[in-house]
C-alpha cells in the first residue's frame, strides 16, 4: 500500500523526535530509513505503527488517514530488533499468535489457524521447524519466524526497526538476501529501519536518511553515493566505501 507521511512532529520534553518528516512511499517499495542512533528512527515507525502519536502532521496508509485508527486495525505487520518470540510457546504457537491477536471479525478458526500457519512456515522456509522453542532454533531462524508472526495478519505494510541487530555478521548477510528475495516475491511495501549504511544501500529501492528527526534526504541507493545532499549525508553513507 502507498504510505503518505506528512509533516510529522513528535516531542519529547524539549527534543523533537521527529522535526516534520514527509516521505511518499509507493505501492510495493522497500524504503529503508537510515540514521544515526537517536536520530528518529524507532519513533517515527511506532508513529506509522500506531504504537506512539504524534503532536502535528499526518499518516496515510493507502489513502486514508490513521489518525485516531488503533495499531490492531491498520493492517501492519511490524518486527522489532529484539523481536520477542515468546520463549514457552513453539514456533507454531508464535506464529499462531500473530493470527489470533487479529480484530475478532478477522481471526480465523482451528484448522484455518494451523493452515495459515504452516503456509507461512513454508513462505519463510523453516516448515520444519514448528514444533521447537525459540531456544531450539538459531539466531536466523528465530527472525524468520518473527517475520512469519508478522506477516501473519497479512499486513498491507511490513515495517522492520533493525531486525537483524542481534544476528552476527555472516548470519545478517544471509537473511538480509533472503528478506529481498522474499520481498520480490510477495512484493509488500516494506520500510526498514537501520543505523547500518550497508544494509540499507544493499536492500533499499529507496533510503530516507534520517538526522535529527528530519529527512535529509530521500532518493535511491546509487544518488546517495554519486550526488549527497549534504556533508551528512556524504559522511554516513560513505563511511563504508
Ligand atoms: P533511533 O531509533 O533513531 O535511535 P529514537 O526514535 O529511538 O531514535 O529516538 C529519537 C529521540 O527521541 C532520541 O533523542 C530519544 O532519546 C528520544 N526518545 C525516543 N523515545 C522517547 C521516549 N519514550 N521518551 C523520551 N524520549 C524519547
Ligand atoms: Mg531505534
Do not use: C
Not at 537510515?34 to 519513533?43: A, D, M, V
Not at 530521500?218 to 554516513?236: E, H, I, K, N, Q
Request: proline share 5%; no cysteine; charged share 25%.
Amino acid at each position: 500500500m502507498t504510505v503518505s507521511v506528512g509533516g510529522l512532529v513528535r516531542r519529547f520534553g524539549p527534543t523533537a523526535a521527529l522535526d516534520g518528516v514527509s516521505l511518499e512511499i509507493a505501492e510495493g517499495e522497500f524504503v529503508a530509513v537510515l540514521g544515526p542512533s537517536g536520530s528518529g528512527k524507532s519513533t517515527l515507525l511506532r508513529v506509522l505503527a500506531g504504537l506512539d502519536g504524534s503532536e502535528a502532521g499526518e499518516v496515510r496508509i493507502a489513502g486514508r488517514v490513521m489518525t485516531g485508527v488503533p495499531a490492531r486495525e491498520r493492517g501492519i505487520g511490524v518486527v522489532f530488533q529484539n523481536y520477542a518470540l515468546f520463549r514457552h510457546m513453539t514456533v507454531f504457537e508464535n506464529v499462531a499468535f500473530g493470527l489470533r491477536v487479529r480484530p475478532r471479525a478477522l481471526r480465523p478458526g482451528r484448522a484455518e489457524v494451523a493452515r495459515r500457519v504452516r503456509e507461512l512456515l513454508e513462505l519463510v522456509q523453516i516448515p520444519e521447524l514448528e514444533r521447537r522453542y525459540p531456544d531450539q532454533v538459531s539466531g536466523g531462524q528465530r527472525q524468520r519466524v518473527a517475520l512469519a508472526r508478522a506477516l501473519a495478519i497479512e499486513p498491507r505494510l511490513l515495517l522492520l526497526d533493525e531486525p537483524f541487530g542481534a544476528l552476527d555478521a555472516l548470519v545478517r548477510r544471509e537473511v538480509r538476501r533472503w528478506l529481498r528475495g522474499l520481498h520480490d516475491r510477495i512484493g509488500l511495501t516494506t520500510i526498514l529501519v537501520t543505523h547500518d549504511q550497508e544494509e540499507a544501500m544493499e536492500l533499499a529501492d529507496r533510503v530516507a536518511v534520517l538526522e535529527r528527526g528530519r529527512v535529509v534526504q530521500f532518493d535511491p541507493p546509487a544518488m546517495l553515493l554519486s550526488a549527497p545532499a549534504t556533508p551528512f549525508v556524504a559522511g554516513f553513507v560513505g563511511e563504508v566505501a
